[in-house]
């Protein structure tokens, strides 16, 4: 008897509050919107990887493998410091994300873990290699990736750790002032460089005026060049930095200076 | 009366329902009692709290009968709304679910087959034993206990009311068992052999 009270009055009350507060279903297109809506973001934060992992594919392709033995021990801690952590981070990230969000779909808990997972990341893969070859990852590392604090493009990157005139590294633009020739330090210093001991090979290349790395020993009046590299990219791409010691070093030790030996970007590329 | 049938009215009672308000109340007499039931069992509410959720579920469940999708029993869709009502009073209480449930003899059998337990233990000090031993499981194993063992639900209509794939509460529920069994075990309530 009590029981039946008890439904009762349940009953009444909830159609009571329906009632006095005027509820009423909400419409089925507000379901449907919110499902279109969890959609959206989920395909959104797929694209998102998509970029990432068209920035992290212009990363490995403009790591410059070719001079990893010039600036590090080894190739392992070469790429250690060229890994795009926060591409791949933010790859993760999208890729959680979107996980979480195809979940909330109507039937998103229905689907596998590793399902969805699989799905996103190849899809992430699929479209990171279309975004490469539009040029997405170009602009994301280079234009966006060296606005953001405390990160560097590649290309900057790359820069940075040949901007080392104490360790007998140097790159940037070269820019001739009447007949002595300057090097544009990435950080916009003019250094003067010493060119006694050039071939005219060496100085035809140093007179085209464009990028380009430089092995040498800073001295007081300036960088003295023991080698120089040119962007072999604008010669031909891929070229293997082999061909371009047979191309561009001279063979005979006693024609160049001793001065070189000491140095360690040198000694790897005579040596190795 | 079949399954089908069963579904077959529930649909109808959504499409009356949406038509006029009044009777929404063959739904709420439907699933009333299983629905406070389930949520005495998951909880350690007061009746009068228990009573507020269910109606809060009504009230949800009404506002929201037109995300009422098809594929699914219309039992797992309430149901899904009741846990996940249940889940959130818990979280804006800052309690932990603490289940009160005491089995009766039919829930006896079904988890002396499933987890067994000797037989002869006095009902009183089982139940005892088993309530504190159920309160130490995580929320997850503790809520597919209780709708595998003691609601009976297969496991998609668990995955449909938990929204967690079905290869996922199937891992639950063999943990869960796994889990109790273990926390029984240092209860004193022993595995027969």
Same mark, same amino acid.
């Given at each position: 008897m009590n029981k039946q009270k008890q439904q009762k009055n349940i009953e009444n009350e909830i159609l009571q509050k329906i009632?006095?507060?005027?509820?009423?279903?909400?419409?089925?297109?507000?379901?449907?919107?919110?499902?279109?809506?969890?959609?959206?973001?989920?395909?959104?934060? !797929?694209?998102?990887?998509?970029?990432? !992992?068209?920035?992290?594919?212009? !990363?490995?392709?403009?790591?410059?493998?070719?001079?990893?033995?010039?600036?590090?021990?080894?190739?392992?801690?070469?790429?250690?410091?060229?890994?795009?952590?926060?591409?791949i981070l933010l790859l993760i990230i999208f890729l959680f994300f979107g996980h979480n969000l195809i979940r909330k779909t109507k039937h998103g808990y229905k689907y596998n873990i590793l399902i969805i997972a699989g799905i996103s990341i190849l899809s992430s893969i699929i479209l990171g290699f279309i975004f490469t070859t539009i040029g997405f990852g170009q602009i994301i590392d280079r234009d966006l990736g060296n606005r953001i604090p405390f990160h560097k493009g590649v290309e900057v990157h790359n820069k940075m750790i040949w901007d080392k005139p104490s360790d007998g590294l140097m790159v940037g633009q070269i820019k001739s002032i009447e007949d002595n020739l300057f090097i544009i330090s990435p950080k916009g210093e003019n250094i003067n460089l010493l060119t006694e001991h050039l071939d005219d090979n060496e100085l035809e290349i140093l007179n085209q005026n464009k990028e380009i790395r430089i092995i040498g020993i800073k001295k007081e009046g300036g960088f003295y060049i023991c080698h120089i590299i040119p962007d072999l990219r604008n010669i031909k791409e891929g070229l293997p930095i082999k061909m371009f010691k047979k191309e561009f070093e001279r063979k005979s030790g006693e024609e160049r200076s001793k001065e070189c030996e000491d140095v360690r970007p040198y000694k790897k590329l005579l040596y190795n | 009366m079949s399954e089908n049938q069963t579904e077959l009215n529930d649909l109808s009672i959504v499409k009356l329902s949406l038509e006029n =308000?009044?009777? &929404?109340?063959?739904?709420?007499?439907?699933?009333?009692? =299983?629905?406070?039931?389930?949520?005495? %069992?998951?909880?350690?509410?007061?009746?009068?709290?228990?009573?507020?959720?269910?109606?809060?579920?009504?009230? =949800?469940?009404?506002?929201?009968?037109?995300?009422?999708?098809?594929?699914?029993?219309?039992?797992?869709?309430?149901? %899904?709304?009741?846990?996940?009502?249940?889940?959130?009073?818990? %979280?804006?209480?800052?309690?932990?679910?603490?289940?009160?449930?005491?089995?009766?003899?039919?829930?006896?059998?079904?988890?002396?087959?499933?987890?067994?337990?000797? =037989?002869? &233990?006095?009902?009183?000090?089982?139940?005892?034993?088993?309530?504190?031993?159920?309160?130490?499981?995580?929320?997850k194993y503790k809520s597919v206990i209780f709708l595998k063992f003691i609601e009976g639900k297969d496991y998609e209509t668990i995955s449909d009311i938990l929204q967690k794939p079905p290869g996922t509460i199937a891992t639950w529920i063999n943990r869960a068992k796994k889990d109790l069994r273990k926390i029984l075990d240092k209860k004193g309530i022993k595995e027969y052999e």
């Open positions: 009632s006095d507060e005027n509820l009423k279903p909400k419409p089925k297109w507000e379901f449907l919107l919110k499902n279109i809506y969890f959609w959206t973001l989920g395909i959104i934060t !797929v694209i998102l990887g998509g970029l990432s !992992v068209s920035a992290t594919i212009f !990363v490995f392709k403009n790591i410059r493998w070719e001079f990893y033995n010039m600036t590090h021990n080894n190739i392992f801690t070469f790429t250690i410091e060229f890994i795009p952590y926060l591409w | =308000k009044e009777n &929404f109340s063959i739904i709420i007499n439907k699933y009333e009692n =299983k629905l406070r039931r389930y949520i005495k %069992r998951l909880t350690s509410f007061s009746d009068d709290y228990v009573e507020d959720i269910l109606q809060e579920v009504f009230i =949800k469940t009404y506002i929201n009968l037109n995300d009422f999708d098809q594929s699914l029993s219309f039992s797992s869709w309430i149901y %899904r709304i009741t846990h996940n009502e249940t889940i959130n009073s818990f %979280r804006k209480n800052k309690k932990h679910i603490e289940a009160t449930y005491l089995i009766d003899d039919e829930d006896l059998k079904v988890f002396s087959s499933e987890i067994n337990i000797e =037989k002869e &233990f006095d009902k009183k000090y089982f139940n005892k034993k088993f309530t504190e031993s159920i309160n130490e499981l995580p929320e």
